[in-house]
DNA sequence: GAAAGTAAAGGACATTTGTCCCAGCTGCAG
DNA sequence: CTGCAGCTGGGACAAATGTCCTTTACTTTC
């Protein structure tokens, strides 16, 4: 659930040294700071090097769904980019995190003349397609326990790493909701 | 809801004539027969020309859970041709559809070398993503009504162009939360 | 046109999730 | 230590949705 793409980022780590000046820019974001801000304009394409961003939507009635957490290697920013949009969705650190920042120059440039690159960028969007129909076809057919449970034992460390308020927005529900599933689980001996 | 990419087909509809012979067939396909099975391999893409298919996943539990509606223009296909992969979902026609099939071979060709084929599928994949999230962002935060209430607000002939079968696996309910939300709308004169 | 069979709609109750609020804990100021 | 602010978990009830089954309407057949 934390997604990650190592190829690619150890691909652009390997290929930076021949990349321009100023064309890829290590940066170091806090916990809590926002990479991408919504409905803001993007000029750049960012690699999360280390750390847990997540990638949320903010709702009218001020709550937040999280679409994605991103881990090494996950790509912000792209989407944007391609459409030539306004972001939809914001991005925020949830641990510090390090990114690789492409220039939007540099990133067109690449998707141009670099068919590797494409590759990869053309991958990791179907990527996110398969995810998401996947993701939201199990979460919308199937109750919070259920879902809540497969996440556990996908990831066991789960609720050391990603804190309840993000979890009830990655799941769509309430605090209570968790806390009273998270208590059943327990109390069937299921956690 | 039904998605369209009308550009892109008028793309290939202009350039299919410079393509080599065979590489893009166009092939009629009855309502209700799928184009794509889940988790058979793909080896075309495939353009809707004309009609409306579903993009949906078998669930374990037998109920099935719609992507998305595809309309003119849009692609089926690439995803697992771009991860050479099985297919993860299910593609069948709900009204008589035409598409226009490109080879496998043709497609990776048009990929690489064509700059502007390829720019149109990134875009296409970024849409995807994007449409789902947003898509299953209000779902999962709205209740039935208010999704059901904006779904016949842009789109008014809904119950008339999908099946109320159709709408439930769309929506990822039962058919009585359909029946009951309708009435409910009808006798609050929203419908 | 009546009887029988089938598909669609809806009533009654169960389960899941949300809302509202209170009790208990923690930390800090005085 | 005392008392209060703020956070966390949970109880009680409400709303939304699912399950099961009955009723209604619509076909088909004779």
Redesign the pocket.
């Known amino acids: 659930m934390i997604r990650t793409n190592t190829a690619f980022l150890d691909f652009i780590l390997v290929n930076q040294d021949h990349y321009p000046e100023g064309s890829v820019q290590e940066l170091s974001i806090k916990k809590g700071q926002q990479l991408i801000r919504q409905r803001s304009s993007v000029n750049a394409v960012s690699i999360v090097k280390e750390g847990i961003a997540k990638c949320f939507l903010y709702q009218e009635d001020g709550t937040d769904f999280i679409l994605e957490f991103f881990g090494p290697g996950e790509v912000v920013g792209e989407i944007e980019m391609l459409n030539n949009e306004m972001s939809f969705a914001a991005v925020e650190a949830i641990t510090p995190i390090t990114v690789l920042r492409i220039s939007r120059d540099w990133f067109n440039e690449l998707l141009t003349n670099d068919p590797v690159f494409n590759h990869y960028v053309l991958k990791l969007l179907a990527g996110k397609v398969k995810y998401k129909a996947t993701r939201f076809s199990f979460a919308q057919t199937h109750?919070?326990?259920q879902t809540l449970k497969k996440m556990l034992i996908d990831m066991p460390d789960l609720l050391e790493v990603i804190s309840?308020k993000d979890l009830v927005s990655y799941l769509?529900?309430?605090e209570?909701?968790l806390?009273?599933?998270l208590?059943s689980l327990k109390d069937n001996g299921q956690i």
């Open positions: 109750t919070v326990e309840k769509g529900i309430t209570r909701s806390n009273r599933t208590k």
